[in-house]
């Protein structure tokens, strides 16, 4: 079987080629995202976004007309693709509709990342 070709590190602006199916070279190794399995963590049912999560979903979307809450607020206007919980769940928040909020991408990794670090 032939050798899998070699690719540059993952980590941004890193040339190193890696070999073996690796994504991340020696150096940035220790930056690679270790996502836990669903068997430590559950589904995505059992963490409580199951069939009724997306049907509030489409409704949050649709209260807000599809347009980014976070953005809205700063001036801009951009079509929202998630829905937030503006008090994360695990912080004690609800589903509650005064709870949720839509936003795009770009806010709510941003938030995400706010509120994690």
């Avoid at 590190?9 to 070999?19: A, F, I, M």
């Avoid at 005064?98 to 709510?108: D, E, K, R, T, V």
Wanted: glycine share 10%; with cysteine; net charge positive.
């Amino acid at each position: 079987m032939p050798a899998r070709p070699m690719r540059p590190c993952k980590h941004r602006g890193c040339r190193t080629l890696v070999s073996g199916g690796k994504t991340w070279c020696d150096a940035h190794a220790s930056e690679e995202v270790k996502w836990a399995p669903d068997s430590k963590r559950g589904n995505r049912h059992a963490r409580g976004y199951g069939n009724a999560w997306v049907r509030l979903r489409e409704r949050i979307l649709a209260r807000d007309c599809g347009l980014c809450q976070a953005c809205k607020s700063a001036g801009r206007v951009t079509i929202a693709t998630e829905v937030d919980h503006i008090v994360p769940k695990a912080r004690g928040g609800t589903d509650d509709d005064s709870n949720l909020q839509s936003i795009c991408h770009p806010c709510h990794a941003s938030k995400t990342g706010r509120e994690s670090g």
